[in-house]
């Protein structure tokens, strides 16, 4: 039966990073989310209040929750302009208040994402100072209203940032290494490998430990947002605190204690020390076990398990030694893996060649600007055709 719609009910869009649709429409679906849409790099959904403090808290392939305030059209600075102010700012925020704007642009009409904020910024300052004598200041860091402008062709889409901060920060990495791992990619890549709490998962490659780090907290629903103090929404006008301690509480009672084996080791000691620091403050060091070892000094432990791999890209390497070390990869997952699947991000496509195994699913993400695939192979203990056979007779 269809849920009837609430006149609290409002439209929320999500961003996400390519690839990562469908895992981010699953759980704003699972969470309650209605009307759930996929575009590119973003989802769409209607809910209300209580539900965009909840996806907020509790989304791991999100990046931001954008609550649009009005849709209007414009083919000129001046037209954007007037049209902005027409906006009753005033009920969104205070008129001593600070604001900080950010613009998405696809448009022959405007190809300057720091003008558009100008132009937006000064339509809303123009309005408080017209009609108070006081007007706002801009501020990047905690302003109490971010807003998004987003410019298709001439339509313009104004929406408030709940999130303030990009939900990547979830407050335990304090210690990174170069070119950490973002945590949405990190959780993502967890999600759409299919590893379940039941089957033990290495990060032969850690780093600073968030491949780990995130599984350790799917597997035991700690909510991705539970270290962070603030949230963009938190400074609205309407902030309704003791709606978001419940929301907050809600979420908090369906952590369980669950015990994984998730095994995550370097190479370097250094490097994992910061690991190991990331790993306490998220609060999962029983769960996730750390080691200082080399990929190729580890062999399995299980009959069967998952590997998820950020390998070296080339990008602080020789770059002979890159394709020489993805052979080693491959060559060591078919020895020593048997039973395993393994999942490999990396943007070096002829490196990627050099594995030398059949990947059984291949995924385009991105590594921040990097275009990566994400490849998964499937180790058998023995030849495909025997594991196959034995398949059969189980069945």
């Known amino acids: 039966m269809k849920k009837k719609e609430n006149s609290s009910d409002f439209k929320i869009v999500v961003s996400t990073t390519p690839g990562f649709e469908d895992l981010l429409a699953g759980e704003l679906m699972r969470l309650g989310g209605r009307q759930i849409e996929r575009h590119t790099r973003s989802v769409s959904c209607v809910g209300d209040q209580g539900f965009l403090y909840k996806i907020n808290l509790n989304l791991r392939t999100g990046l ?3 609550k649009p305030i009005a849709k209007t059209r414009a083919a000129s600075d001046k ?7 027409k906006i009753d700012w005033s009920q969104y925020m ?6 900080w704007i950010e613009s998405t642009l696809n448009s022959e009409f405007f190809n300057h994402t720091q003008y558009v904020a100008q132009v937006t910024k000064d339509a809303i300052v123009d309005q408080f100072r017209g009609d108070t004598g006081i007007r706002p200041n801009v501020e990047k860091e905690r302003a109490d209203l971010k807003i998004n402008i987003h410019i298709y062709r001439d339509e313009v889409t104004v929406s408030l940032d709940a999130s303030g901060e990009s939900l990547y920060k979830r407050g335990y990495r304090t210690g990174t290494n170069l070119a950490p791992l973002s945590e949405v990619l990190a959780a993502g890549m967890v999600m759409m490998s299919g590893w379940e709490r039941h089957i033990q998962l290495i990060d032969p490659m850690t780093g600073s430990g968030t491949i780990a780090i995130e599984a350790a907290m799917i597997a035991n629903n700690i909510p991705a947002g ?15 605190s003791t709606l978001w301690d419940l929301i907050f509480e809600k979420s908090i009672e369906r952590i369980t204690d669950h015990q994984p084996e998730i095994f995550a080791s370097d190479i370097s000691a250094n490097v994992l ?11 999962v060091d029983d769960v996730v076990q750390l080691k200082c070892a080399s990929f190729f000094d580890l062999a399995a432990t299980k009959e069967r398990g998952y590997i998820i791999m950020n390998p070296p890209y080339g990008e602080r390497m020789e ?39 059949h990947h059984t699913r291949r995924v385009t993400l991105f590594n921040g600007a990097l275009e990566c695939k994400y490849m998964r192979y499937d180790m058998y203990p023995g030849t495909k055709k025997i594991h196959k056979l034995d398949k059969s007779e189980e069945g």
Do not use: C, Q
């Open 79 to 85: 037209e954007l302009y007037e049209n902005i102010k």
């Open 319 to 357: 770059k002979d030694d890159v394709p020489a070390l993805y052979k080693e990869i491959g060559d060591k997952l078919k020895k020593d893996f048997p039973g395993y699947s393994a999942w490999i991000l990396s943007s070096n496509m002829e490196a990627l060649k050099k594995i030398g195994l």
């Open 273 to 283: 020390k910061k690991a190991k620091e990331n790993v306490k403050n998220a609060k």
């Open 226 to 240: 539970y270290f962070r103090e603030d949230f963009g929404f938190m400074r609205w006008k309407d902030y309704d």
């Open 94 to 99: 205070e008129k001593d208040g600070t604001l």
């Open 64 to 66: 931001r929750v954008l």
